[in-house]
């Protein structure tokens, strides 16, 4: 935990925000304005809130025939869990098999989540879904309404697990490490107690590269690793040959061993190796953040690259000290507007809200 409001930070730069009490009519007023001219009208607000503040897409396409309406839910847009609340821990995770899949054996507890996991991947559903829409309005000229779920997107996120049980499949818990069913697509220590796991997919093409950054031939001559079913055989025994070999050596000399006989692995990476992953850096994946008060000089980039296009930084990151005088007015008066409408602000129609613990759903323009 820190003093700033980092979910804030990642979410929220380069956007301004207000809310609308929209139970006044001035502020409704003031949303329908918005929406005649937006583009865009994202919210993931519960169905039954929808219909009592009256936000639908039956109630908004009406004042906008080009609006894109973009719909969150946690369940789906009808059915009986429809109106039900929910988060990327219950609606994405849990419900969908993926928090039961990832044991880390079949006798340990489900698997929690990590703040976000699911609403990241879920939001990038729904920006392709808004894409889609937009392309096909500037084909006829017409808004739509599109949607996802995160129920939807986590099956999705599933989905090679489900599709094999659909399919009459057995889907079996994984066993422990040291039961693997393929010694080389498992998890290793190395001498400094830092992990890797070894994917090893192309196996006999791979295996003697394996035994020479391993520098141990004579597992090439054991007639139980000599075939690739005498591994599959004896994988308990290889999975402990390698236990024993790779904790002889610390995690940068096995690293450079593998990567000299080009084997497919991946180091599992802490929280304190990212700032300085020259990889993450060079694409571009963390990116500069010019904001003095967001406390970090980096942060996360959205995973979609235009090539030539956003370059240079993530910018502001919109804190909330700096942001604090934003109000309807700017909004009003930058895009010219009757100025007496504008004292809305003034009056306490729109105030600001931050993304904290308590944050149930929000509704933009």
Request: proline letters at 5%.
């Amino acid at each position: 935990m820190g003093d700033r409001d980092y979910y804030w930070v990642l979410d929220s730069r380069n956007k301004k925000s207000l809310v609308l009490d929209l139970k006044r009519p001035e502020a409704r007023d003031a949303l329908e304005r918005l929406v005649r001219s937006a583009d865009v009208f994202v919210t993931n607000m519960p169905l039954d809130v929808r219909a009592r503040l009256g936000i639908r897409w039956a109630d908004l396409e009406p004042l906008n025939g080009r609006l894109v309406y973009a719909s969150l839910t946690a369940y789906g847009e009808s059915g009986p869990e429809a109106n039900k609340t929910g988060f990327d821990a219950t609606a994405w995770w849990a419900r969908t098999g993926l928090m039961d899949n990832v044991r880390s054996g079949p006798d340990s507890p489900p698997a929690r989540s990590i703040p976000g996991m699911g609403d990241h991947a879920t939001a990038m559903a729904l920006f392709g879904a808004v894409m889609m829409a937009l392309y096909q309005r500037e084909r006829t000229g017409n808004g739509g309404m599109v949607s996802t779920s995160l129920m939807a997107a986590g099956l999705w996120s599933n989905a090679m697990f489900v599709q094999a049980h659909l399919c009459g499949a057995a889907v079996r818990q994984r066993p422990p490490r040291e039961q693997a069913l393929n010694a080389l697509g498992n998890m290793y220590r190395c001498g400094d107690d830092r992990w890797f796991i070894l994917a090893a997919v192309s196996e006999e093409r791979q295996w003697p590269g394996l035994v020479r950054a391993l520098d141990r031939p004579d597992l090439a001559e054991d007639a139980r690793f000599a075939t690739l079913g005498a591994r599959r055989k004896h994988v308990h025994d290889l999975v402990a040959e390698l236990d024993e070999i790779f904790a002889t050596r610390p995690w940068a000399e096995w690293r450079e061993r593998l990567d000299a006989e080009g084997i497919t692995f991946g180091g599992i990476a802490k929280l304190e190796d990212l700032a300085g992953d020259r990889q993450m850096l060079e694409i571009g994946a963390l990116t500069p953040l010019s904001d003095p008060d967001a406390g970090a000089a980096l942060t996360v980039n959205s995973p979609v690259f235009y090539e030539g296009v956003g370059e240079g930084g993530a910018g502001t990151s919109a804190s909330p000290r700096r942001a604090h005088g934003r109000s309807l007015a700017d909004l009003w008066i930058r895009r010219g507007r009757d100025r007496g409408a504008a004292a809305l602000g003034r009056r306490g129609g729109c105030e600001r809200r931050l993304r904290g613990p308590g944050y149930r759903g929000e509704a933009g323009c």
